[in-house]
């Protein structure tokens, strides 16, 4: 089946369920304001950040093919991007963070397609593709950072959420699309705005992904690097924020060391951030990026980690000592005295893998109901079941044909006749089949023989507990697209005119073929229908400076009475003296 999206070398490599996820870019809908609050942006932010960002983000720019002059083409950026083994692909606004770390494990930068409207061009709560084109592509040209990233989504896809994870972030979702639409009324976002706010304090302990979230946002999103004292800015929320660039080298804005505690400091997006971290370098994400890591059940497994599914109420995956993985959602687990998983339970289809792919015969349609098994040490046998020959086998009655009796140290008693086993291409043990089989515990029946054949999964000890599947293939369309959609811009008959005045300056600069008389027409219906625009008499005067027009002192004065309105009276003023330098 062909994909609803170009592929190259980087895409294809994507599993399938993220597909879903992709939109095609909305080219044709971006406005020509749209286009002139992005190179307004783009000028200011090269001019200013060429002074305070990290040293790869010029450099950046010009390799990932990001314009100052245009909103990028997706097609044409791809093209570029694969030079240094990334891709982008367009998205519908924030996407569950689980799939926003798979696409990044992948190499591909997802990139929200809407962009900012004029109201805030300082700063958007919601991701738009100056945030994500201008902001997060330039720095991942730094081979060191940008292995950092792909390695932050690698392990960033696996980590747990809690039931209450995806709840914030459709409410968070909703919040962003209504602050960023002009049509939004009050009531709407103070609603949405009291639910965030609501999740936030009633959220309990911190998920791992709530934990891995928050080091993201600290570093990929609003990371500082160097001293302390007199950082660069390397993180795309603020290279992609006029405002927030400017505001956020200030004295008011606490700077600390970056450091692993970062992932316990939540973060609201829809405000600036008093607080940032400083790491002193690329590699230092790394490190405590790993620190973290060894936190995360996905590596220290145990009964822990079972919870953690448990409570997620998602699809995750527990991997035994043997490299036995079992992806489900679990349900149950039963602890021995000791305190570590005796025996697990999922509910519904499972699938039983090796090494991230499928055992064959162990897929969700064979194990459609469930699965379940023991884990840990016989009773009175040193010798783990995982590390015996088939001598030992034999032995202790686990071969083919015989009648057995297994008991675990934890008081599990699985008794049935053997018919077969499953091993890996080393000959270790993975999985033994027994039919007419009854599994106990103590006076609870956790398999009876007429549900057909039992697998008993081997492994000594469960090593490990992760979101997802093991097999990526295993569970077909994974995860689910926001019900809630970015809205479509109604623009009124006044709002159709003006853009076309844009369109007309733009036109006039690229092509150079423009005249005095049409500044002085455009300027003239400006001032008598759009009072309130102040973008428009900027790009007029640039034309008129340029080309040394009688009304330059006009459009001058102009903007410098636009300035007695403070939501834009900095921006102006950044604008007249980017073009009065």
């Known amino acids: 089946m062909e994909s609803h999206f170009e592929l190259n070398e980087i895409t294809k490599k994507l599993p399938k369920h993220l597909h879903k996820f992709v ?47 245009d909103i990028p083409y997706m097609a044409g950026m791809n093209r570029i991007l694969k030079d240094i083994g990334w891709a982008a692909v367009s998205v519908d606004g924030f996407i569950p963070p689980n799939a926003f770390m798979e696409f990044q494990a992948y190499n591909v930068l997802v990139i929200a397609s809407d962009m900012r409207t004029i109201n805030h061009i300082e700063y958007t709560p919601a991701p738009d593709i100056i945030h994500e084109a201008a902001g997060h592509a330039p720095i991942i040209a730094n081979p060191e950072y940008s292995e950092y990233l792909r390695r932050f989504g690698e392990i960033g896809s696996k980590a747990i959420s809690s039931s209450k994870d995806y709840e914030m972030y459709e409410a968070i979702r909703l919040l962003s699309i209504l602050k960023e639409n002009p049509n939004s009324t009050q009531k709407e976002i103070d609603d949405a705005q009291e639910k965030v706010e609501w999740l936030q304090d009633n959220m309990g302990e911190l998920s791992e992904m709530a934990q891995i979230r928050n080091l993201h946002w600290w570093t990929v999103e609003y990371g500082l690097i160097g001293a302390v004292d007199e950082p660069k800015i390397y993180g795309a929320g ?41 790491t002193p370098n690329f590699a230092y994400l790394s490190l405590v990026l790993n620190e973290f890591a060894n936190t995360m059940a996905l590596r220290t497994g145990g009964l822990k980690g079972v919870h953690k599914l448990i409570d997620s109420k998602n699809l995750g995956t527990v991997e035994l000592s043997t490299g036995v993985q079992i992806s489900g959602a679990f349900t149950n687990v039963i602890e021995d005295k000791k305190g570590k998983v005796a025996y697990i339970q ?60 297994l008991e675990f140290e934890s008081g599990v008693i699985v008794n049935g006749k053997v018919i077969t086993g499953t091993r890996d291409l080393r000959g270790k043990i993975l999985i033994v089949s027994l ?5 106990t515990y103590k006076e609870q029946v956790l398999f009876r023989p007429e549900w057909g054949i039992y697998d008993m999964a081997i492994g000594k000890e469960l090593v490990s507990a992760y979101s997802g599947p093991a097999d990526v293939d295993s569970f077909g369309d994974l995860g689910k697209v926001s019900e809630t959609k970015t809205d479509k811009i109604q623009y009124t008959e006044s709002d159709n005119k003006l853009y076309v005045m844009y369109d007309d300056v733009r036109r006039s600069r690229v092509e150079k073929a423009v005249t005095e008389e049409k500044v002085v027409i455009i300027f003239k219906t400006l001032k008598s229908e759009y009072a309130t625009d102040w973008l428009l008499p900027l790009e007029l005067f640039e034309l008129a400076l340029a080309n040394n027009y009688s009304i330059k002192n006009e459009l001058k004065n102009y903007l410098e009475e636009l300035k007695s309105n403070k939501s834009y009276k900095a921006l102006i003023e950044n604008g007249l003296n980017l073009l009065t330098q």
């Not at 039919?435 to 599994?439: A, E, F, I, L």
Request: aromatic content about 8%; charged content about 25%; some cysteine.
């Open 238 to 278: 603020l290279l992609s924020s006029i405002g927030e660039s400017m505001g956020c080298m200030k004295e008011e804005v606490k700077k600390v060391p970056y450091c692993i505690e970062a992932a316990t400091v939540s973060f609201d997006i829809t405000k600036p951030q008093p607080q940032l971290f400083v």
């Open 435 to 439: 039919k007419d089989c009854t599994v």
């Open 346 to 405: 999922t509910t519904g289809p499972t699938a039983l893998s090796n090494r991230d792919k499928e055992l064959i015969g162990h897929g969700i349609r064979y194990h459609a109901e469930g699965f379940g098994s023991p884990v840990g040490k016989l009773k009175g046998i040193n010798l783990h079941i995982e590390d015996m020959s088939p001598r030992d086998l034999k032995a202790y009655g686990i071969y083919e044909g015989e009648e057995m009796m």
């Open 23 to 69: 939109v095609k870019q909305p080219y044709n809908e971006y406005t020509a304001q749209n286009q002139a609050v992005w190179r307004y942006v783009m000028r200011m932010n090269v001019d200013y950040l060429g002074k305070v960002a990290h040293a790869s983000y010029l450099k950046g720019l010009e390799k990932t093919g990001v314009s100052v002059e």
